[in-house]
């Protein structure tokens, strides 16, 4: 589309810092700002760029299946939080959290059921924006 | 076993075949078959387990799903609800052995036809075994859904399509009626199952919401059970294959109504508000009992006969227990009365399985099967069965059906002497006239398909796929099921004992009138019947009956005039949706936006008038020194200049750009006051719209010269106002008071506002609301955000010292994150979030969709603009 050489080359040294930034943001958003949403966001706007820069074909090599199933994966994980909750007898949605001992030192980490739902949210988000402006994209090509 | 299991397991298990049976590879049918079988034998064997271990007075299976919202996989196999599944599944095993002899070895009506029927089953079987109200709602919807499936079946036929849409209205209308009744009935009571309000249904007060609960899940009973004057979709839904019409209309589906009216009755007849229980039943049951049988006897088709003595039917059980309310003794006459049910379960099945065969093999016009007996071995079987079930609906000496009637004007007998009040006298000739039709219908199908044959017709009319006539066993099983269901109704008339000893225990009439009062609990059965008004009406109707078959008045075809009901008033509806939605889609957006901002605006300006002192000018000082606010006001003018911006500049894409312009200034705002997850947001937001924004511009047409200064003074003035708007209620709503919380805090003292709930609860929980039952008994925990969600832990953290304080609760946990917006999305407000992830992919689909079509549409040049009005 606006492809120029100089968006090309700071996109390949974009995309990866985006990626990693995206994953980050979702998961430092339970304590400090941040979370799915915005992880979501993050991670479709690295993509959406790599489109636009490269066009549909390299973005389909990035990520090779269709936003779709980004989309059902999200909902399919957000709804399994709930329903597992069932599981262990517990009403629908009940969450739970505690920590894990990291090896070495005194650290520990923290986890809690709703990152999974979180996951869900992100992935949904992502799944949305990406395959929207892909479409649309695909009209314009 | 908790009895929650073999309820789960009842309920589910033909649903969870019919999945299975998808994964059968295409052609193997003898597999399917089977699969498909082992659905219902699941649910008999799990509820004859229940049976053996817990018996029948009603034992609870109860599972907490969604408490907060009443919703809790509450089962209650008492012997209504028994009796009912039992017959579901049971009938429901014959119907798919019938289905696979009908629809031959057709492997992908099979692959379609099994799972849509167990969908049904499971509907069916949950919806009587049901205590909770919203879990029986639930199914009930389910079966509207799949019966619209099945109905329609032939997706291709618009005339079935139709029919099934009408069907799916009408219950679907009476299934929002429901809900409001059983809403509005467990608002006001207090409960949520039918057992807890079967308790305490003598202590609730006369209250008019009682009288319009009742009302409400009467008008979803009657509609379902096709009463008049909205019975005529049972007819119409003969559209469907004869498996469809044997399973759903004599068993099972059209019962539901009267399930519900039989589950609802000594609840409402009880409760002191209801006076009017047989006002409402007692005639709208009886005029369906007389209507259905009259047209019954003027159709041709076999399945329209069957339909309409269908309905009236329905019209008796309704009336029947309408008469509940007239006790003998202080007894009430009649309890389940499952006899009824059935009975004409046991003859209509056999009744619709046979009209399907014999359609089968010659066709379902009586007019065409004049001497069909003499046709061949299978047309005399066939005629044979067929004419037992047809006795049996005339309510001939010798079958249940006739220990059934017998039972019906007694009760109307009953109901003379207990009222005294004439009015009954005109039941008693509807109930005698019934009779009359009923036998009537039998007599001329008799005499046709015995009659002497004057000419052969070979074509058949019930299928609309031709295919070849199988050969080997399966044909036979067009009539076996049939067969072995009448066979009960004799088996029942013949040897009252083993009726006795089978349903006794589900049909608790022990003492509760009075034939043959010296034998306690036997049903009047053909020779215990002795000289009365009842016989007296059943002799009446039956000699009545053979004079007006054999007579030649009535032989036409008559029209239902309630068929145009559906389509005048779909009609209507998509005449006046048509007139609003050219009045409000004008396809302009300028249009959309100003009815918005309108509507916005009125809004507000009708809140302001009636609570306008919610919307107050706040007293407090909000202007904080002037060098704090500073890099605000510089942000602040940024917003406002960008603003004022829009309206001048021209190009679409420059208009973008000033729109992303103001976003970031917003988003500096964010940051500057301390709201970094806002601004996060914000600016990913603004990224991604930027984006988009452009993508769609692109996409629109060419933008034509826009219209400067027309009606811009309006214009601007809306704008304004809205502005205006915007900025009081973001003023009131940051200042003003909010209401109160009925959140404790953990010493006791009542939390202000939502807001504090969150703060204080976000990381680790320190209020205590509402506690799950479960949770004392797992010896953890305990915090409820909201009413819904609770936070559970396994308690080996820091804050376990913290929690030793407390003394009713062993631990408190949060939501167990500092990042309080997050917790509150994904945490507090988790179904929130569900929801609204949701709407987002719907969303997605949408567009691609809409996408799609467009694409389409230009490939093969389809105007789609000018096709619209």
Same mark, same amino acid.
């Given at each position: 589309?606006?492809s120029?050489?100089?968006?090309?080359? $700071?996109?390949?040294?974009?995309?990866p810092?985006?990626?990693v930034? $995206?994953?980050?943001?979702?998961?430092?958003?339970?304590?400090?700002p941040?979370?799915?949403?915005?992880?979501?966001?993050?991670?479709?706007?690295?993509?959406?760029i790599?489109?636009?820069?490269?066009?549909?074909?390299?973005?389909?090599?990035l990520?090779?299946? $269709?936003?779709?199933?980004?989309?059902?994966?999200?909902?399919?994980l957000?709804?399994?939080t709930?329903?597992?909750?069932?599981?262990?007898?517990?009403?629908?949605?009940?969450?739970?959290?505690?920590y894990?001992?990291?090896?070495?030192?005194?650290?520990?980490?923290?986890?809690?059921t709703?990152?999974?739902?979180?996951?869900g949210?992100?992935?949904?988000v992502?799944g949305?924006?990406?395959?929207?402006?892909?479409?649309? $994209?695909?009209?314009l090509? | 076993m908790?009895?929650?299991?073999?309820?789960?397991?009842?309920?589910?298990?033909?649903a969870?075949?019919?999945?299975?049976?998808?994964?059968?590879?295409?052609?193997?049918?003898?597999?399917?078959?089977?699969?498909s079988?082992?659905?219902?034998?699941?649910?008999?064997t799990?509820?004859?387990?229940?049976?053996?271990?817990?018996?029948?007075?009603?034992?609870r299976?109860?599972?907490?799903w969604?408490s907060a919202?009443?919703?809790?996989l509450?089962?209650?196999?008492d012997?209504?609800g028994?009796?009912?599944?039992?017959?579901?599944?049971?009938?429901g095993?014959?119907?798919?052995l019938?289905?696979?002899?009908?629809?031959?070895?057709?492997a992908?009506?099979?692959?379609?036809f099994?799972?849509?029927?167990?969908?049904?089953?499971?509907?069916?079987?949950?919806?009587v075994?049901?205590?909770n109200?919203?879990l029986?709602?639930?199914?009930?919807?389910?079966?509207?859904?799949s019966?619209?499936?099945l109905?329609?079946?032939?997706?291709?036929?618009?005339v079935?399509?139709k029919k099934?849409?009408?069907?799916f209205?009408?219950?679907?209308?009476?299934?929002?009626?429901?809900?409001?009744?059983?809403?509005?009935?467990?608002?006001?009571?207090?409960?949520?199952?039918?057992?807890?309000?079967?308790?305490?249904?003598?202590?609730?007060?006369?209250?008019?919401?009682?009288t319009?609960?009742?009302?409400?899940?009467?008008?979803?009973?009657?509609?379902?059970s096709?009463?008049?004057?909205l019975?005529?979709?049972?007819?119409?839904?003969?559209?469907?294959?004869?498996?469809?019409?044997?399973?759903l209309?004599?068993?099972t589906?059209?019962?539901?109504?009267v399930?519900?009216?039989?589950?609802?009755w000594?609840i409402?007849?009880?409760?002191?508000?209801?006076?009017?229980?047989?006002?409402v039943?007692?005639?709208?049951?009886?005029?369906?009992?007389v209507?259905?049988?009259?047209?019954?006897l003027?159709?041709?088709?076999?399945k329209?006969?069957?339909?309409?003595?269908?309905?009236?039917?329905?019209?008796l059980?309704m009336?029947?227990?309408g008469?509940?309310?007239?006790?003998?003794?202080?007894?009430?006459?009649?309890?389940?009365d499952?006899?009824?049910?059935?009975?004409?379960?046991?003859?209509?099945?056999?009744l619709?399985?046979?009209a399907?065969?014999?359609?089968?093999?010659?066709?379902?016009?009586i007019?065409?099967?004049?001497?069909?007996?003499?046709q061949g071995?299978?047309?005399?079987?066939m005629?044979?069965?067929?004419?037992?079930?047809?006795?049996?609906?005339?309510?001939?000496?010798?079958?249940?059906?006739?220990?059934?009637?017998?039972?019906?004007?007694?009760?109307?007998a009953?109901?003379?002497k207990?009222?005294?009040?004439?009015?009954?006298?005109?039941?008693?000739?509807a109930?005698?006239?019934?009779?009359m039709?009923?036998?009537a219908?039998?007599?001329?199908?008799?005499?046709?398909l015995?009659?002497?044959a004057?000419?052969?017709h070979?074509?058949?009319?019930?299928?609309?796929?031709?295919?070849?006539?199988?050969?080997?066993?399966?044909?036979?099983f067009?009539?076996?099921?049939?067969?072995?269901?009448?066979?009960?109704?004799?088996?029942?008339?013949l040897?009252?004992?083993?009726y006795?000893?089978?349903f006794?225990?589900?049909?608790?009439?022990?003492?509760?009138y009075?034939?043959?009062?010296?034998?306690?609990?036997?049903l009047?059965?053909?020779?215990?019947?002795?000289l009365?008004?009842?016989?007296y009406?059943?002799?009446?109707?039956?000699?009545?009956?053979?004079?007006l078959?054999?007579s030649?008045?009535?032989?036409?075809?008559?029209k239902?005039?309630?068929?145009?009901?559906?389509?005048?008033?779909y009609?209507?509806?998509?005449?006046?949706?048509?007139?609003?939605?050219?009045?409000?889609?004008t396809?302009?957006?300028?249009?959309?936006?100003?009815?918005?901002?309108?509507?916005?605006?009125?809004?507000?300006?009708?809140?302001?008038?009636?609570?306008?002192?919610?919307?107050?000018?706040?007293?407090e000082?909000?202007?904080?020194p002037?060098?704090?606010?500073?890099?605000?006001?510089?942000l602040?003018?940024?917003?406002?200049?960008?603003a004022?911006?829009m309206?001048?500049v021209?190009?679409?894409?420059?208009?973008?750009?000033?729109?992303?312009?103001?976003?970031?200034?917003?988003t500096?705002?964010?940051?500057?006051?301390?709201?970094?997850?806002?601004?996060?947001?914000?600016?990913?937001?603004?990224i991604?719209?930027?984006?988009?924004?452009?993508l769609?511009?692109?996409?629109?047409?060419v933008e034509?010269?826009?219209?400067?200064?027309?009606?811009?003074?309006?214009?601007?003035?809306?704008?304004?106002l809205?502005?205006g708007?915007?900025?009081?209620?973001?003023?009131?709503?940051?200042?003003?008071?909010?209401?109160?919380?009925?959140?404790?805090?953990?010493?006791?003292?009542?939390?202000?506002?939502?807001?504090?709930?969150f703060?204080r609860?976000?990381?680790?929980?320190?209020?205590?609301?509402?506690?799950?039952?479960?949770?004392?008994?797992?010896?953890?925990?305990?915090?409820?955000?909201?009413?819904?969600?609770?936070?559970?832990?396994?308690?080996?953290?820091?804050?376990?010292?913290?929690?030793?304080?407390?003394?009713?609760?062993?631990?408190h946990?949060?939501?167990?994150?500092?990042?309080?917006?997050?917790v509150?999305?994904?945490d507090?407000?988790?179904f929130?979030?569900m929801?609204?992830?949701?709407?987002?992919?719907?969303?997605a689909?949408?567009?691609?969709?809409?996408?799609?079509?467009?694409?389409?549409?230009?490939?093969?040049?389809?105007?789609?603009?000018?096709?619209?009005?």
């Amino acid at each position: 589309m606006m492809s120029t050489v100089i968006l090309r080359t $700071s996109v390949r040294l974009l995309i990866p810092l985006s990626l990693v930034f $995206s994953v980050f943001i979702y998961f430092k958003g339970h304590q400090t700002p941040g979370g799915g949403f915005v992880g979501g966001l993050m991670l479709a706007a690295a993509i959406v760029i790599q489109r636009m820069s490269d066009g549909g074909a390299s973005m389909r090599k990035l990520m090779p299946f $269709s936003p779709r199933l980004l989309i059902a994966a999200g909902l399919l994980l957000a709804l399994g939080t709930g329903i597992g909750a069932i599981g262990f007898g517990l009403p629908f949605f009940t969450s739970n959290h505690g920590y894990i001992p990291l090896p070495g030192g005194g650290g520990k980490f923290e986890w809690a059921t709703v990152m999974i739902f979180d996951l869900g949210v992100m992935l949904t988000v992502a799944g949305v924006v990406v395959g929207i402006i892909d479409a649309l $994209s695909q009209e314009l090509e | 076993m908790n009895p929650i299991g073999y309820f789960l397991v009842g309920a589910l298990a033909p649903a969870l075949c019919g999945l299975v049976t998808l994964l059968v590879p295409r052609l193997w049918v003898l597999p399917r078959v089977l699969v498909s079988l082992l659905g219902p034998i699941v649910t008999l064997t799990a509820l004859g387990m229940l049976m053996s271990g817990h018996g029948v007075a009603g034992t609870r299976g109860h599972w907490p799903w969604m408490s907060a919202l009443k919703l809790d996989l509450t089962f209650n196999a008492d012997p209504l609800g028994l009796f009912f599944a039992l017959l579901v599944a049971g009938v429901g095993m014959l119907i798919v052995l019938y289905a696979r002899a009908y629809f031959g070895p057709d492997a992908s009506s099979l692959r379609r036809f099994y799972p849509t029927l167990l969908l049904f089953m499971t509907a069916m079987i949950g919806l009587v075994l049901s205590d909770n109200f919203l879990l029986m709602l639930l199914f009930w919807e389910m079966t509207s859904i799949s019966s619209f499936l099945l109905i329609g079946w032939e997706r291709d036929d618009p005339v079935a399509v139709k029919k099934a849409m009408q069907a799916f209205i009408i219950t679907g209308a009476g299934g929002l009626c429901l809900m409001a009744g059983l809403i509005l009935l467990g608002v006001t009571s207090g409960v949520w199952s039918f057992s807890e309000l079967m308790a305490i249904r003598q202590s609730l007060e006369g209250s008019p919401q009682l009288t319009a609960a009742f009302l409400l899940v009467f008008a979803g009973a009657a509609a379902k059970s096709a009463q008049w004057p909205l019975h005529f979709w049972l007819p119409g839904a003969m559209a469907a294959p004869t498996p469809v019409s044997a399973y759903l209309h004599s068993a099972t589906m059209v019962k539901a109504g009267v399930y519900l009216v039989g589950r609802t009755w000594p609840i409402f007849c009880a409760m002191p508000t209801v006076i009017y229980w047989p006002a409402v039943l007692i005639p709208l049951g009886a005029i369906t009992m007389v209507y259905g049988a009259f047209i019954a006897l003027q159709r041709h088709d076999l399945k329209q006969i069957f339909a309409y003595t269908t309905v009236s039917q329905l019209g008796l059980l309704m009336t029947m227990y309408g008469l509940a309310a007239y006790t003998w003794h202080d007894h009430p006459v009649l309890y389940w009365d499952v006899t009824q049910i059935l009975n004409h379960a046991l003859y209509k099945a056999p009744l619709f399985i046979l009209a399907g065969a014999i359609g089968h093999i010659a066709s379902r016009d009586i007019t065409h099967l004049r001497g069909f007996f003499y046709q061949g071995r299978t047309q005399a079987i066939m005629t044979i069965v067929i004419l037992l079930a047809a006795y049996a609906l005339a309510a001939g000496p010798l079958t249940l059906s006739f220990s059934a009637k017998e039972f019906f004007f007694y009760q109307i007998a009953n109901a003379i002497k207990a009222s005294g009040s004439n009015m009954f006298w005109m039941l008693a000739a509807a109930g005698v006239l019934t009779g009359m039709f009923n036998v009537a219908i039998f007599i001329r199908l008799a005499t046709t398909l015995l009659g002497k044959a004057d000419h052969a017709h070979g074509h058949h009319d019930d299928h609309h796929h031709h295919h070849e006539h199988e050969h080997g066993l399966w044909p036979a099983f067009l009539w076996i099921p049939g067969l072995i269901i009448v066979a009960f109704q004799y088996i029942s008339g013949l040897v009252p004992f083993a009726y006795d000893k089978l349903f006794l225990s589900v049909e608790r009439t022990a003492g509760n009138y009075d034939f043959k009062t010296h034998l306690g609990n036997i049903l009047p059965m053909t020779w215990d019947a002795h000289l009365g008004l009842p016989l007296y009406m059943s002799l009446t109707g039956m000699v009545l009956g053979v004079a007006l078959g054999l007579s030649p008045l009535l032989r036409g075809v008559r029209k239902d005039p309630h068929d145009s009901l559906y389509p005048g008033f779909y009609l209507m509806a998509t005449k006046g949706g048509g007139y609003v939605f050219r009045l409000l889609q004008t396809g302009h957006l300028t249009t959309y936006i100003a009815l918005t901002s309108v509507t916005i605006v009125g809004l507000f300006c009708w809140a302001i008038a009636r609570h306008g002192d919610a919307f107050a000018w706040p007293t407090e000082k909000l202007i904080e020194p002037f060098d704090q606010l500073l890099v605000g006001y510089m942000l602040t003018a940024m917003v406002c200049i960008s603003a004022l911006l829009m309206p001048m500049v021209r190009m679409r894409a420059s208009r973008v750009l000033v729109l992303g312009a103001c976003g970031f200034s917003v988003t500096g705002v964010y940051y500057f006051y301390q709201a970094p997850d806002l601004a996060l947001t914000q600016i990913s937001i603004e990224i991604v719209s930027l984006v988009l924004f452009l993508l769609v511009l692109s996409l629109l047409p060419v933008e034509k010269k826009p219209l400067p200064g027309r009606n811009a003074v309006g214009r601007a003035v809306l704008a304004v106002l809205v502005g205006g708007v915007m900025f009081w209620l973001t003023l009131s709503s940051s200042t003003g008071d909010r209401p109160v919380m009925p959140y404790k805090a953990a010493d006791g003292s009542a939390i202000q506002h939502l807001g504090h709930y969150f703060l204080r609860n976000s990381y680790h929980g320190v209020d205590s609301l509402n506690v799950h039952p479960r949770e004392a008994q797992l010896d953890s925990l305990v915090d409820r955000g909201a009413e819904h969600r609770i936070s559970y832990g396994s308690g080996s953290d820091d804050h376990h010292a913290e929690a030793q304080h407390d003394g009713h609760m062993t631990l408190h946990k949060g939501g167990g994150g500092n990042n309080v917006v997050n917790v509150i999305l994904v945490d507090f407000r988790g179904f929130d979030t569900m929801g609204e992830i949701t709407v987002l992919g719907l969303a997605a689909m949408g567009v691609w969709t809409l996408l799609r079509r467009r694409r389409e549409g230009e490939e093969e040049t389809i105007p789609t603009q000018e096709a619209r009005p």
